[in-house]
């Protein structure tokens, strides 16, 4: 099973800062890479599907790049409703389905 | 408007069984690969099995094979999870999602998630 690896497991960050998460895959995956930002107590949102495009209503300051094993999620200017777990998700090779351990932004 | 709505979940005993029932609104449920996502309590996100749009294609992870079972009615626009030999791991949020594109032997990003139907396993 392909393992994701996230990092950082957490961070905090404050109004406005920019942030990046990393997500490092055991074997390389192309770009079928997603990531979904989780509030406390909802469901998972999609933001990001194939490593790089951003669905649609998902505002223009989070963006996704990379391809292989190395990716990242950017956010350009955290606001007040970023903070949230971000997952990565690989559909390359199944099964399993794996998802990525959690990144948790909080407010600093 | 696309709407995902799970029920079924509640307390079980280990040992026991329970089938999870996700009815789907909103899009032509037919044309779409349906997956069930798991959170245990304070844990990460963990895929638990998929359906195929016409049941053609079937996968479970590890964790549930030979214990639980996928199935789906496109009839009643409805797909289901029986649980059974349930263990105290599999206490989680059950969460129904809509594969946003796949319907065939293919698996992708879920676009679409219910609001989940809590799982305890406990004596």
């Known amino acids: 099973a392909i393992q994701l690896t996230q990092s950082p497991s957490s961070l905090s960050a404050s109004v406005g800062d920019r942030v990046t998460i990393t997500c490092r895959a055991s074997q390389g995956i192309s770009s079928d890479l997603a990531w979904y930002q989780q509030k406390r107590g909802t469901a998972p949102k999609l933001l990001i599907s194939h490593a790089s495009i951003v669905e649609s209503g998902v505002p223009s300051r989070f963006s996704g790049s990379g391809s292989g094993t190395d990716f990242t999620l950017t956010i350009s200017s955290l606001q007040p409703e970023d903070f949230a777990t971000y997952y990565c998700?690989?559909?390359?090779?199944?099964?399993?389905?794996?998802f990525g351990g959690g990144t948790k932004v909080e407010i600093k | 408007e696309v709407q995902l709505m799970e029920s079924g979940g509640g307390l079980v005993k280990p040992g026991g069984s329970l089938r999870l029932s996700c009815a789907a609104s909103?899009?032509?449920?037919?044309?779409?690969?349906m997956t069930w996502v798991r959170q245990a309590p304070g844990k990460g996100l963990e895929w638990v099995s998929s359906i195929s749009a016409a049941s053609s294609y079937i996968y479970y992870a590890d964790s549930v094979k030979g214990r639980f079972a996928i199935s789906r009615d496109n009839a009643k626009n409805s797909f289901y999870l029986q649980m059974s030999s349930l263990r105290a791991e599999d206490t989680a949020i059950y969460y129904c999602?809509?594969?946003?594109?796949?319907?065939?032997?293919?698996?992708?990003?879920?676009?679409?998630w219910g609001r989940g139907t809590v799982v305890s396993v406990s004596s």
């Open positions: 999602a809509r594969d946003s594109y796949c319907a065939g032997d293919c698996l992708s990003p879920n676009d679409y």
């Open positions: 909103g899009f032509t449920f037919s044309s779409y690969t």
């Open positions: 998700q690989q559909f390359n090779s199944y099964p399993p389905l794996t």
